[in-house]
């Protein structure tokens, strides 16, 4: 047996094989294949559009497929979702569909947009959005480049945005959030219910949850003197639990510690003012919670 699962083609496709590659999955992908390998023979993968990938999982092609929870909404896909996994293509934090408009725009809440036009690639929930408003405007489908096109081809857009960074480059501003979304592996109903593959997609989940929580994190192990010990566990983090281990010397003892990796440039000059010796930094790939 074996789990046909969908790989996101595009923008989050990098970040997803990043994250199999933490989880100890090797996926292999080729410019000319939409079929990348991987290292479970147990696996089958195919690249499929997120924006396509909750469809072709509650038709039951696929078994099971990552995908934002934007496009699940999109296509009211009646699918399993078997995890939260927030990371997107260039942060490892949920995304935001927005209401935006030009600076000098005259439009302030979803109110104002009666009878304006909107254009958006997220064209089904921003309809269902404006219903739920008692609002009545006309939302065209964007192939793109949406930013550019208000006030000339539309009065404002609904787009995607991590940062706000490529709004506010191209003269907009945000009035409101319509959504906020982050990737989710999703299954189709009748393949969950299989005892095997659900319990493939549970071992999967807790790899890939395990992975991103170690994202931006750091191990480190030093050997300190017990005289020592208190001043070395002041200089660490609060709410940090090291692990201390007995070393064959009475008097020393090991203390491990995982910590965010941008504050281990500040903190292990500490740690070698407090005593500690043999400092060693290592990289993480999964934290099992």
């Not at 023979?41 to 195919?46: R, V």
């Not at 254009?119 to 089904?124: D, H, P, R, S």
Request: with cysteine.
């Amino acid at each position: 047996m074996k789990l046909k699962l969908g790989i996101p083609k595009g923008s989050l496709e990098s970040a997803t094989i990043d994250i199999f590659r933490r989880a100890g999955f090797q996926i292999t992908t080729s410019s000319r294949s939409y079929f990348p390998s991987i290292d479970d023979p147990e696996i089958e993968c195919m690249l499929i559009r997120a924006q396509e990938m909750a469809r072709y999982v509650e038709d039951g092609i696929l078994d099971a497929g990552l995908t934002g929870r934007d496009w699940v909404e999109e296509n009211n896909s009646d699918v399993v979702a078997v995890a939260d996994l927030i990371y997107s293509r260039a942060s490892f934090s949920k995304v935001r569909w927005v209401l935006a408009v030009p600076e000098n725009s005259t439009i302030n809440s979803v109110k104002d947009l009666e009878g304006k036009v909107i254009a958006t690639e997220l064209v089904g929930a921003t309809r269902r959005y404006l219903e739920r408003n008692g609002v009545t405007a006309k939302v065209e489908f964007s192939w793109g480049a949406t930013e550019v096109k208000p006030p000339i081809l539309c009065d404002a857009i609904v787009e995607v945005t991590e940062t706000g960074n490529s709004l506010r480059a191209n003269k907009l501003r945000i009035v409101e959030t319509i959504l906020e979304s982050n990737t989710q592996l999703i299954a189709n109903k009748a393949s969950y219910s299989d005892p095997w593959k659900q319990r493939k997609l549970a071992d999967m989940k807790l790899l890939l949850d395990g992975a991103i929580a170690a994202l931006g994190k750091v191990g480190l192990i030093m050997n300190v003197e017990k005289v020592n010990l208190d001043k070395v566990i002041a200089a660490l983090p609060a709410l940090k639990n090291p692990t201390i281990s007995q070393l064959s010397d009475p008097a020393w003892v090991a203390v491990h510690t995982i910590l965010d990796e941008t504050t281990v440039r500040t903190i292990i000059p500490r740690l070698k003012e407090a005593g500690a010796q043999g400092i060693v930094e290592y990289p993480l790939n999964k934290i099992i919670l």
